[in-house]
């Protein structure tokens, strides 16, 4: 399994951005997916993660009611991230796995840098 997020970029205080994570290798659809996020100098910490069949979310406490994870149960998942703080700059990765919401989790992608700036 081979996961990409992508999506990634510079966004001003308040705005918003969407990243997308596709998998290559084999099909998702039994997985639960995960988004992290690395800033700088700190260590890798769970964002949002969805059921395999995407009627269960679960939202680190830091971006619940701004951030929404969905997917479409071919090979993408996505991550809507609205009302972005310069605390959301980071790497964000996209992860598959067979545990909880919030993890283990087996496949990690390459990440996606999010600068929130003005």
């Known amino acids: 399994v081979q996961l990409q997020a992508f999506g990634g970029g510079l966004v001003q205080p308040g705005g918003s951005l969407r990243l997308s994570c596709a998998a290559s290798?084999?099909?998702?659809?039994?997985?639960?997916m995960g988004w992290f996020r690395q800033a700088p100098g700190k260590e890798r910490q769970f964002v949002a993660g969805i059921s395999w069949s995407g009627g269960s979310t679960y939202y680190a406490d830091s971006v619940k009611g701004r951030f929404t994870i969905s997917r479409d149960n071919g090979k993408n998942t996505d991550l809507q991230m609205n009302s972005l703080k310069p605390d959301d700059t980071a790497v964000y990765y996209c992860?598959?796995?067979?545990?909880?919401?919030?993890?283990?989790?087996?496949?990690w992608g390459h990440g996606t840098l999010v600068t929130v700036s003005s």
């Open positions: 992860a598959a796995g067979t545990g909880y919401l919030n993890g283990p989790y087996t496949y």
């Open positions: 290798g084999r099909t998702l659809n039994t997985y639960v």
